[in-house]
């Protein structure tokens, strides 16, 4: 019998592998923008086009690579990084696998410029598809510049399961963000189709934060920062009342490495226990540092999964940290260090019962952010009440900073009798919310698989089911509709007793509504008494410049500044009263996880976001008229039995099943 086990190509080899590294343009992103971090740059120049799909080009300042090395470099498990297996245990880089650049080669057309400062002359390689095509001396500044063309251009089946470009340029965004915040000493440029989304100048901390998410955040951050013997923690935590729908800005780094940890996300949220606005996420930026051997980045190839050696150690240390942080500013009980909450051990066991208490923060935050050092520096500067000087506080002569760099491009109407054209359920106000109703939470959205399987399940409805439900649906003239807990409506129909949950109907409802103006244009917008000016974070800005057809389709009247900014003279008709810019982002939040979760059309998509964000809620009192006018409007839906999202709006309870309760024969 024939053998049948054989040695694949090394190109196919590559190509597989790439599979774990190379998920998307913005892996490679993080991957060349890491390499020139290590490589010592003080200036990074990030451009892309097409969402990265066209090109990924990463310009660094970095000591560059010999005509030996970066030939090498491309080959699989060659790194500068690390010498032997104890080293795993003392990472101070952010690569060290020796994979990323063969997996790029190997799913790319990839050409390569660089130059150390004590060459004369540089070094260029063209590789294609793991192969070599050209190598050549070549006249180029010290440094090096990584080019990726064409990603995906050998494997089309991996390319054609990429995003939108939006939701593609949305993730590149999101790497970029997290590196500069990382390394606020480095100065990061970013461009989009030759248009500039980011130019950061190298500072601290706090000018870091004002320059990336805009100037509101001087008055919106508390500092917190602990200093003990195996970990220090440092950072700045959002204000309770700035507190957004959407998690979007949430940041942990350990050791400089950007991670995702679902126990420290917990500590901060326990920390705000109980003064938070229900479905509300804070803002947080935390730095840890931590003996390198104490924590494992060896988890995972995009490493950001960590382990740390003693876990619930650290999640003590980070809650009460910024439990200590929110009372110093009178928002929350103060947290005692010197309490007994021992959960170290061995050389850890006097980490948190030492007697050691967090040092005294200044109280005046004179609605400033207060300066904190870079976070390459293990020593914490007093912090600062105002923003208005900023001091470069970073570990290296400011003077080298690359000046050519920096010069780069610098709910609606009347009550009417039931019709043909139903009433919209103006009174209801579906965006100004009172204190006993629960607010919308868009990143609580149902998890990818049970959305797909719901929407399959509404969209696959037996016809003559849903036909009989309609028509149970409609109640009497007689029949008066009662409202259970301010979240359901039941009435009599003729089989039973419906039952109807308000927020999923009316979320039925608003979304045929919606999809229907968009397809046709018809939106009406209620112009704004006064115009509202909103500025959008780079990846907000770049969805809604996709979609912009379809926004003002639906109403939404508004003309577009510079700067990322938005300039809204009217809102639709159903909105009425709200932050503008509260409602964009939880629409944009929401479009982006139809989009990429869900892969929907950018019509279905938006009319989803936009009903789920205007639907009334559970704990919403309703009139008589409005729970009449509701049931009408939703059996004269094309679905009424389920949301867009497959969940249930109606359940019939027939007779028989009420007197099997009851023990009636």
């Not at 400033?368 to 600062?384: E, G, K, V």
């Not at 509404?458 to 109640?475: I, R």
């Amino acid at each position: 019998m024939q053998d049948v086990i054989r040695l694949l190509p090394e190109s196919l080899a590559n190509q597989i592998a790439a599979g774990e590294v190379v998920q998307r343009p913005a892996s490679v992103v993080k991957e060349l923008v890491e390499n020139a971090i290590d490589a010592g740059s003080d200036a990074i120049i990030l451009k892309v086009k097409d969402a990265g799909k066209t090109l990924i080009q990463v310009i660094d300042n970095g000591i560059g690579m010999s005509e030996t090395d970066v030939r090498m470099s491309f080959e699989r498990h060659a790194t500068s990084k690390i010498l032997s297996s104890d080293d795993l245990f003392n990472i101070n880089t952010f690569g060290f696998r020796g994979e990323a650049l063969a997996s790029i080669a190997a799913v790319a057309q990839v050409v390569v410029k660089t130059k150390k400062e004590e060459d004369e002359i540089g070094t260029t390689i063209e590789i294609e598809g793991s192969e070599i095509k050209k190598q050549e001396p070549i006249s180029t500044p010290k440094g090096t510049s990584f080019s990726v063309k064409n990603l995906f251009f050998n494997v089309p089946a991996r390319r054609k399961f990429l995003k939108s470009n939006p939701v593609e340029l949305k993730h590149i965004i999101d790497e970029f963000q997290r590196v500069a915040l990382a390394h606020p000493e480095i100065s990061m440029l970013m461009i989009s189709d030759d248009k500039e989304i980011y130019n950061l100048r190298a500072g601290n901390i706090a000018k870091r934060i004002v320059s990336m998410f805009g100037k509101s955040y001087q008055e919106q951050l508390y500092p917190c920062q602990e200093d003990l013997d195996v970990i220090k923690v440092r950072g700045y935590i959002g204000k309770p009342e700035n507190a957004k729908k959407t998690r979007g800005e949430q940041f942990f780094f350990v050791n400089g490495r950007y991670i995702k940890h679902s126990a420290l996300n917990h500590a901060i949220m326990t920390a705000y226990d109980s003064i938070l606005p229900e479905s509300h996420f804070p803002f947080y930026l935390l730095y840890i540092e931590i003996d390198p051997s104490d924590v494992d980045v060896n988890v995972h190839p995009t490493k950001t999964e960590v382990k740390f050696a003693d876990e619930r150690t650290t999640y003590a240390i980070v809650s009460a940290a910024v439990k200590q942080a929110l009372a110093s500013y009178g928002v929350a009980p103060s947290i005692d260090f010197g309490i007994d909450v021992n959960f170290a051990k061995d050389r850890k066991e006097s980490i948190l019962g030492n007697n050691q208490m967090i040092p005294p923060l200044e109280k005046d935050l004179s609605s400033n952010i207060p300066d904190l050092p870079a976070p390459s520096s293990n020593d914490f500067a007093s912090t600062s009440n105002s923003l208005d000087n900023f001091s470069v506080n970073v570990p290296f002569d400011q003077n080298s900073e690359n000046d050519d760099f920096v010069k780069i491009s610098s709910r609606l109407n009347t009550w009417n009798q039931p019709s043909s054209d139903m009433p919209d359920f103006s009174p209801w106000n579906p965006i100004e919310m009172g204190d006993n109703q629960s607010s919308n939470n868009f990143s609580n959205s149902d998890s990818t698989e049970q959305s797909l399987t719901y929407s399959s399940r509404a969209n696959d409805l037996d016809n003559s089911t849903e036909k009989d439900t309609v028509l149970e649906g409609f109640p009497s003239d007689n029949v008066i509709p009662i409202q259970l807990h301010n979240k359901y409506i039941m009435y009599q129909v003729k089989s039973g007793v419906m039952w109807m949950d308000q927020e999923a109907a009316h979320e039925r409802i608003l979304y045929e509504k919606f999809l229907s103006q968009i397809e046709n244009t018809s939106g009406v917008s209620q112009q704004l008494l006064f115009p509202k000016t909103v500025q959008l974070n780079p990846s907000d800005f770049a969805l809604f410049s996709d979609f912009t057809t379809e926004i003002a389709a639906l109403g939404f009247n508004f003309k577009v500044e510079k700067d990322n900014t938005i300039l809204i003279n009217g809102v639709p008709t159903i909105i009425q009263g709200g932050d503008e810019q509260e409602i964009l982002e939880e629409l944009f939040e929401q479009i982006k996880h139809n989009q990429e979760q869900l892969r929907l059309s950018s019509n279905d998509s938006i009319a989803r976001a936009l009903a789920k964000r205007a639907s009334i809620k559970s704990g919403q009192l309703l009139e008589l008229q409005e729970m009449k006018s509701m049931i009408e409007q939703l059996f004269s839906c094309s679905s009424p039995n389920y949301t867009p999202d497959g969940k249930k709006t109606v359940v019939l309870m027939d007779t028989a099943q009420i007197e099997g309760m009851f023990n009636i024969r």
